[in-house]
């Protein structure tokens, strides 16, 4: 046997085979969700009251395309440029970055409270954005300005969160939680006054905080783009302090990770990701809960392809649940809240009742 310092040859090449399968396995995974969203964006665009096939599908958006579309020779009826360009695309795009937002915060507050229970609303965003979109309409703003209430309250509700729970310049994750369920009662007592005296702007308060992608447009595509482009590249980035916390704070610390700084960074960065989605789409329920969990069944606990994968399963799920939402009672629509609510309560169940068998509640 020959020897190479003191690792004999053929255990580094063992060693050197498991990493190369490894990572075939993590590019086969994101290849394959890769392929899938498409297939599920293009599924999204073709469904509706008006049937557009796939290849027109592709022809049209190719024919926008700056540089490239200019020698395309339209064929089609202009409706159909405006169903898939106006209507369609925008609100399938918007579906699959508020799941990719949701899914990829809920991934990091679970490896934050080391609790797969763990959600992106659970430092009271949801409740601190609802309150700033039902303030936003109650005193009057126009409909482009409550996007940025809840954008601006999600934020501030974290960053209360935050200093609340602050002791000796550290933030103990328990202190953090409570804080949060605090925060968010408050909040939601707010949002009850505000429904209260909302008179004739009740309904536009009641389905916002229900949650539905209906009012999709380029507008608010241009709002929550940069945060989901951003936000998930860092927190893949992060993906080796995720996995390092998840043994404890204190062997993440040994490690050489900056523990506190760390939280600060991943509550700043997930309060923006989660106040971007809530912003454009109002309440949406159990996707940054159920999609990081099921996406460790299939891929495991590593952070390094949780976090992509997860991005890549919440943007699929989200469209096909609107999709569901869209077309469960036509010609009305479901707001999708309630289609994710229908899918996540039976699961945060089971998930719950596996947690009490397995620590013995």
């Known amino acids: 046997m020959v020897i190479s310092g003191t690792v004999p040859v053929n255990a580094m090449d063992a060693i050197s085979s498991y990493y190369h399968s490894k990572r075939l396995r993590r590019v086969a995974v994101l290849g394959g969700l890769s392929a899938l969203l498409f297939f599920t964006v293009i599924l999204g665009i073709m469904i509706g009251p008006v049937q557009v096939g796939p290849g027109l599908i592709m022809k049209i958006i190719y024919s926008r395309l700056p540089f490239l579309g200019n020698d395309v020779v339209q064929t089609w009826p202009q409706y159909y440029t405006s169903i898939v360009i106006d209507v369609r695309l925008p609100r399938v795009v918007l579906a699959m970055l508020v799941g990719m937002g949701l899914a990829v915060s ?146 993440a610390a040994d490690l050489g990770i900056e523990v506190e700084a760390t939280k600060r960074f991943i509550l700043a960065l997930t309060a923006l990701t989660v106040g971007a989605c809530v912003a454009v789409s109002g309440v949406i329920g159990f996707v940054g809960l159920i999609i990081p969990h099921v996406t460790r069944l299939f891929v495991g606990p590593d952070h390094k392809v949780l976090i992509p994968a997860s991005a890549l399963v919440g943007g699929i799920f989200l469209i096909v649940t609107d999709l569901f939402a869209r077309m469960v009672i036509r010609p009305s629509e479901l707001p999708v809240g309630i289609i994710t609510s229908l899918f996540g309560v039976p699961f945060f169940l089971s998930l719950l009742r596996r947690r009490r068998t397995e620590m013995g509640w």
């Open 106 to 251: 809920g991934c990091a507050m679970q490896g934050l409270f080391r609790n797969p229970m763990a959600s992106p609303y659970v430092c009271g965003i949801s409740s601190g954005g609802a309150f700033g979109a039902a303030l936003a309409v109650n005193i009057g703003l126009s409909y482009y300005f409550v996007p940025f209430g809840a954008f601006f309250f999600a934020a501030l509700t974290v960053f209360v969160v935050y200093m609340i729970a602050r002791v000796n310049g550290k933030v103990p994750i328990t202190t953090l939680l409570l804080s949060g369920i605090a925060i968010s009662s408050f909040f939601s007592a707010l949002v009850s006054l505000m429904l209260y005296v909302s008179n004739e702007r009740l309904e536009r308060i009641v389905f916002w905080m229900m949650g539905g992608l209906w009012s999709a447009g380029w507008d608010k595509v241009a709002i929550t783009l940069p945060f989901i482009v951003i936000s998930v590249p860092v927190f893949t980035y992060l993906a080796r302090d995720l996995n390092a916390l998840l043994m404890g704070e204190e062997s």
